[in-house]
């Protein structure tokens, strides 16, 4: 018998969530996705200080003022990173535009034009590549931009059915829903766990998928940030999830995992269409309290993750070597 994994793997892609190399070559994913906090763990460790030392080098040899080597270091190595991850799997990997850029539209697509250029000039071709930008009205309305140059990217922290609609609008090539995030705060307001079948996180991604195949909206829907094995299978057939490798390990056990989510299913569904402006986005992503606190708090955590990365590749920058 199979294993859930690959049970799984013949209607969803699987993505693995981490910056860990060692992780990536042993799933075997399509694709992979990072972050700065994923970073930061990853360049830590021995096995990827070459990466960490030729950021570095990169960073010295384009200017001598501290605050742009920073900027140019956490850059490259993030492009470090994305293109030794690309040598393990067929498909793309997510590189983060800085939480910092939230609320900026312009600076948003300046900087990801950068990542691209970055990529382009170690030989990655930006198809290989997706942008990762935080679900606000002006990350998607960055997103509209690149998605029109040719950039692809993954809008994350998306936490409200508005937010999903705007993405699809705005024809991005694909959201990351939270489904552990939802479930964190639902959990925390309920005081108790809460039954797999009545997950808030799963069943948010259940309507987001069935919208986008109802409606035949190009834009791919990730689940992403899972808690338990429970919410992964419950979202068998989503276009993609992105998974820790502590869960890919735990989807390593035998079984079949039943197909839950499919294009069929989605077009027979009894679901309004649903058109969004700046004003109906704003008001209605308000109605949902657990979306504008979650939002808020991850761009929070995302900006202070980024920080840590930005500290420590200071002081590896300082040394001439890894801290």
Not at 28 to 54: C, G, H, I
Not at 142 to 153: D, F, K, S, T
Not at 171 to 195: C, M, N, Q
Not at 249 to 261: D, F, N, Q, Y
């Amino acid at each position: 018998m199979s294993s859930q994994l690959e049970s799984l793997k013949k209607f969803t892609t699987v993505v693995a969530d981490t910056g860990d190399i060692d992780a990536i070559a042993k799933h075997r994913p399509q694709d992979a996705t990072t972050n700065p906090s994923l970073l930061l763990k990853a360049a830590q460790l021995p096995q990827y200080r070459a990466l960490v030392e030729e950021a570095a080098k990169y960073a010295e040899s384009k200017t001598s003022e501290r605050a742009a080597q920073t900027a140019l270091f956490m850059d490259r190595l993030s492009v470090n990173f994305g293109t030794e991850i690309l040598k393990f799997i067929p498909g793309r990997v997510s590189t983060e535009v800085d939480a910092s850029y939230s609320f900026d539209t312009q600076g948003t697509i300046e900087k990801a034009r950068s990542l691209i250029e970055l990529y382009k000039s170690v030989g990655v071709e930006r198809e290989r590549i997706l942008i990762k930008i935080g679900s606000t009205w002006e990350g998607i309305r960055a997103a509209e931009q690149l998605e029109r140059e040719g950039i692809h990217c993954n809008l994350t922290l998306l936490f409200s059915f508005a937010q999903a609609v705007a993405c699809a609008e705005a024809k991005v090539t694909l959201i990351s829903p939270f489904v552990g995030r939802i479930y964190d705060w639902y959990k925390k307001a309920k005081g108790a766990e809460i039954p797999t079948d009545d997950d808030p996180g799963v069943s948010s991604v259940q309507r987001i998928y069935t919208y986008y195949k109802k409606y035949d909206y190009k834009t791919q829907v990730m689940g992403a940030s899972f808690r338990r094995v429970e919410q992964i299978i419950g979202l068998a057939g989503c276009d993609l999830l992105t998974i820790s490798p502590d869960l890919l390990s735990k989807l390593g056990a035998e079984g079949e995992v039943a197909r839950v989510l499919s294009p069929e299913a989605a077009k027979a569904a009894d679901v309004p269409r649903v058109t969004l402006d700046e004003k109906s986005y704003r008001f209605q992503h308000n109605q949902d309290a657990m979306a504008v606190e979650k939002l808020s708090d991850g761009i929070r955590v995302f900006y202070d993750d980024a920080r840590k990365l930005e500290r420590w590749a200071e002081t590896a920058i300082a040394k001439g070597k890894a801290a």
